[in-house]
């Protein structure tokens, strides 16, 4: 539906005559056909973009992890010994009182929450080695599949 509007203006002679204007629009059809068009991409591209992001998190809680490693290395480079238990990833930031040969801190910021919002596990020793950064995944919980797979450093 488009609708004009009457506007009155004054001829030469000075009569009155009414001329119409049409305004330019979309009708309602037009505009409902653009809205399924958008909402049959969005149907289509959405899945495919939060699948993609499960998968980034995954790759960014792998690179914290390294660099978390690297940095409870060179904390034993340092010091002599890795963290302990009690100590934690916030050795890395924080001085602990037995660490005469501290040189940190050992990361720019304070240690990060996993992608998913849980605080990194730190253990000493490890399964396979001196010690394991582990991020639970998605769920927190040990164990799982996908995006709640347990990332470690081992």
């Known amino acids: ?19 119409v204007v049409k305004q330019r629009g979309f009708t309602l059809l037009e505009l409902l056909v653009v809205l399924v068009i958008i909402g049959m991409l969005a149907a289509i591209v959405g899945p495919r973009y939060f699948s993609q992001l499960g998968k980034s998190q995954v790759t960014i809680a792998r690179a914290q992890i390294d660099v978390l490693s690297k940095a409870v290395d060179n904390f034993r480079l340092d010091v002599g010994v890795y963290p302990t238990a009690q100590e934690g990833l916030n050795a890395l930031v924080v001085k602990p009182a037995n660490a005469d040969k501290w040189n940190g801190p050992y990361l720019k910021k304070d240690v990060p929450l996993d992608p998913w919002g849980h605080p990194y596990v730190y253990q000493v020793p490890g399964t396979k080695g001196d010690y394991a950064v582990i991020s639970y995944g998605r769920d927190g919980q040990p164990g799982g599949t996908g995006e709640d797979a347990d990332i470690s450093s081992e």
């Open 1 to 19: 539906m488009r609708f004009g509007t009457v506007s009155r203006v004054l001829d030469g002679a000075g009569a009155r005559r009414a001329r």
